[in-house]
């Protein structure tokens, strides 16, 4: 496997990632970076770098970071965000593998890239149950600012900087698993 390869999957478990924050976001900052040729998606996704694509995230991008602001929007979002982010995760994934087995894309893709989005969508649900839960709703916002800062940033860093990504993605995922230790104890 050669460098490129491997930073193609640094790039796509990064996005993934960020999917399980926000959905729309992360797409849209993979268009982006495909429309400014900042990197290269696979062939048959070569539509992310149109200028519908581009739109057509933003603008849902701009309904999903807002919606999540909306209290019972919030927690009606996050009933369909575990699939939905799955779906994205394993979309992200596939689209920036490129010269590689389908098999092996496919399989890679479903299970890092739709596996990871899912785990930390999963992780936020919760987040936001927990939190409507003790504060009444009241904090939810402040969950909704952290992981849309969390998504905006692991999109970013993952399209700039692909090892960095990795890294924020694998230390989120150890915090998913702690929290998740924490609350099985307590």
Do not use: C, H
Not at 45 to 55: C, D, E, K, N, T
Not at 131 to 146: E, F, K, L
């Amino acid at each position: 496997m050669n460098s490129e390869t491997l930073i193609s999957i640094f790039l796509g478990i990064g996005l993934a990632a960020s999917v399980g924050f926000r959905v729309f976001l992360p797409l849209f900052v993979l268009s982006l970076a495909a429309y400014f040729n900042v990197l290269d998606v696979n062939e048959k996704w070569q539509w992310l770098a149109s200028i519908p694509a581009l739109v057509t995230f933003g603008v849902a991008m701009l309904f999903e970071v807002f919606a999540y602001y909306i209290p019972f929007i919030d927690n009606l979002l996050d009933t369909i965000a575990v699939p939905l982010a799955a779906i994205a995760g394993t979309a992200v994934m596939v689209s920036t593998l490129v010269d590689l087995d389908p098999l092996f894309t496919w399989s890679l893709a479903i299970i890092a890239g739709g596996g990871t989005a899912a785990a930390i969508s999963s992780s936020t649900s919760a987040t936001r149950a927990v939190s409507t839960a003790t504060t009444v709703g009241i904090g939810n916002p402040i969950v909704s600012t952290v992981e849309t800062g969390a998504a905006a940033t692991l999109s970013i860093v993952s399209v700039f900087i692909p090892i960095i990504g990795i890294l924020l993605t694998i230390f989120v995922l150890f915090i998913i698993i702690r929290f998740y230790r924490k609350i099985k104890k307590g």
